[in-house]
T-cell receptor
Framework: DAGVIQSPRHEVTEMGQEVTLRCKPISGHNSLFWYRQTMMRGLELLIYFNNNVPIDDSGMPEDRFSAKMPNASFSTLKIQPSEPRDSAVYFCASSFVGGTGTETQYFGPGTRLLVL | GNSVTQMEGPVTLSEEAFLTINCTYT??????LFWYVQYPGEGLQLLLK?????DKGSNKGFEATYRKETTSFHLEKGSVQVSDSAVYFCALGSGSNDYKLSFGAGTTVTVRA
């Protein structure tokens, strides 16, 4: 099992540039989550998809952030334009939400983003 | 809404010491409870979970029991190793379908040889 795959693992960019983070969930999982982790704010849920549909995006910080899931095996998180305060580790996680409801989320290795 | 509070760190221990990390929760319904571990430079990994009251989750020598009466899910290990140095997160499911997890702030544990 390949696990959740994220790319790139590290990204350094300059303020104002567009950043695109990518995620491939575990095959067969129907739910995908994007998190952001910082020292100041801990682990924050940004957005959650179920069956490729965004269900809860209340954690998306502002309009500069957008996320898509065009199919069951791929999702992107885009920041445009990026700002230094967006520097963080971004995690993608996937799970299967089914009848029992008690499903584990599996996390990718994360993308470390630094905006200069 | 659902929330979880866990013991603040950092925690520093000697090898073979006993480890306890406290976690308490506030929830409606009957949510599942989880402990995740994050090793340096890696993503979070599920350590153990419990899905109903009085369930005990266990893995790699760690244990936690779902205590509904005290709304707690404390993590314990009888004899820690240097390799247990990591950040530990307590997490709470939503109770309805558990798709949304509420994470604690994390507790950094360092084990010295």
């Amino acid at each position: 099992d390949a696990g959740v795959i994220q790319s790139p693992r590290h990204e350094v960019t300059e303020m104002g540039q567009e950043v695109t983070l990518r995620c491939k969930p575990i095959s067969g999982h129907n739910s995908l989550f994007w998190y952001r982790q910082t020292m100041m704010r801990g682990l924050e849920l940004l957005i959650y998809f179920n069956n490729n549909v965004p269900i809860d995006d209340s954690g998306m910080p502002e309009d500069r952030f957008s996320a898509k899931m065009p199919n069951a095996s791929f999702s992107t998180l885009k920041i445009q334009p990026s700002e230094p305060r967006d520097s963080a580790v971004y995690f993608c996680a996937s799970s299967f939400v089914g009848g029992t409801g008690t499903e584990t989320q599996y996390f990718g290795p994360g993308t470390r983003l630094l905006v200069l | 809404g659902n929330s979880v509070t866990q013991m603040e760190g950092p925690v520093t221990l000697s090898e073979e010491a006993f480890l306890t990390i406290n976690c308490t929760y506030t929830a409606t319904g009957y949510p599942s409870l989880f402990w995740y571990v994050q090793y340096p430079g890696e993503g979070l990994q599920l350590l153990l979970k419990a899905t109903k009251a009085d369930d005990k989750g266990s893995n790699k020598g760690f244990e936690a029991t779902y205590r509904k009466e005290t709304t707690s899910f404390h993590l314990e290990k009888g004899s820690v190793q240097v390799s247990d140095s990591a950040v530990y997160f307590c997490a709470l499911g939503s109770g309805s379908n558990d798709y949304k997890l509420s994470f604690g702030a994390g507790t950094t544990v360092t084990v010295r040889a």
